[in-house]
């Protein structure tokens, strides 16, 4: 928020990739909204500029087999896949995210009662991506609504997501499920305490923490 971290733009140029650092400088009410202005400020900057490519919300508390990246490629309008993490016991490991019949999406892997009452879509943010012309060419997508696409900030938690997706895709039949009939988890998400909210200055990862988990079959 406000402005660029220099260990943020140390990373940028040494990556060797064509990068974009954008700051939001949003006035910011709510603590918990801080996520949702900076996806919005990144979405409005591809609408503006009419950038063609695959949009995706990584993040710092999860871990990314490099195969997703390259999955990714082959997506047409909208992908998504399985997100695993530990339940809050530690017992076991939860899952969310779409049940797939090849690539066509057919149910939802969920853990709340509640949510499946009041959510359209159960993909996690890290859990899905889509073909950035949907945000700046209606026409192509044939999208009715005029409104431009941004994450809303005045829903409950819980459907922050899935009201993000609703404005992108009508249903699962708009959907492709990636990763082998989705039956392969590349993104775990890791519940970062709240003593790590801020990082040592230069912080680096020495290991590569690729890790590909096979889901049992039904």
Same mark, same amino acid.
């Given at each position: 928020?406000? #402005?660029? #971290?220099? !260990?943020?733009?140390?990373?940028?140029?040494? #990556? %060797? *990739?064509?990068? /974009?650092?954008?700051?939001?400088?949003?006035?910011? $009410?709510?603590?918990?909204?801080?996520? &949702?202005?900076?996806?919005?400020?990144?979405?409005?900057?591809?609408?503006?500029?009419?950038?063609?490519? &695959?949009?995706?919300?990584?993040?710092?508390?999860?871990?990314?087999?490099?195969?997703?990246?390259? +999955?990714?490629?082959?997506? /047409?309008?909208?992908?998504?896949?399985?997100?695993?993490?530990?339940?809050?016991?530690? #017992?076991?490991?939860?899952?969310?995210?779409?049940?797939?019949?090849?690539? +066509?999406? *057919?149910?939802?892997?969920?853990?709340? !009662?509640?949510?499946?009452? =009041?959510?359209?879509?159960?993909?996690?943010?890290? %859990?899905?991506?889509?073909?950035?012309?949907?945000?700046?060419?209606?026409?192509?997508?044939?999208?009715?609504?005029?409104?431009? &696409? /941004?994450?809303?900030?005045?829903?409950?938690?819980?459907?922050?997501?899935?009201?993000?997706?609703?404005? &992108?895709?009508?249903?699962? %039949?708009?959907?492709? %499920?990636?990763?082998?009939?989705?039956?392969?988890?590349?993104?775990?998400?890791?519940? @970062?305490? @709240?003593?790590? =909210?801020?990082?040592?200055?230069?912080?680096? $990862? !020495?290991?590569? @923490?690729?890790?590909?988990?096979?889901?049992?079959?039904?």
């Amino acid at each position: 928020m406000n #402005s660029q #971290s220099d !260990e943020t733009a140390d990373i940028l140029r040494s #990556s %060797g *990739i064509m990068y /974009r650092h954008l700051v939001c400088k949003m006035n910011l $009410t709510n603590t918990s909204h801080r996520n &949702i202005l900076m996806r919005n400020v990144a979405i409005a900057h591809i609408e503006t500029h009419r950038l063609n490519g &695959i949009v995706y919300f990584a993040d710092d508390d999860n871990i990314y087999s490099v195969e997703l990246f390259q +999955q990714m490629r082959d997506i /047409r309008r909208f992908g998504t896949w399985t997100v695993a993490r530990l339940s809050e016991d530690r #017992s076991g490991i939860v899952l969310q995210g779409p049940i797939c019949d090849g690539s +066509q999406v *057919i149910g939802w892997h969920t853990n709340n !009662e509640s949510d499946g009452k =009041s959510k359209r879509f159960h993909a996690e943010m890290p %859990g899905f991506a889509f073909n950035s012309t949907i945000l700046w060419d209606r026409k192509k997508w044939h999208r009715p609504n005029p409104e431009p &696409i /941004r994450q809303l900030e005045s829903v409950k938690e819980n459907l922050w997501v899935s009201t993000l997706i609703e404005q &992108i895709v009508e249903d699962e %039949g708009e959907m492709e %499920g990636l990763m082998n009939d989705c039956s392969r988890v590349m993104v775990w998400h890791i519940d @970062l305490e @709240l003593s790590y =909210s801020s990082y040592p200055q230069k912080w680096i $990862t !020495e290991n590569n @923490l690729d890790a590909i988990w096979n889901l049992p079959l039904a």
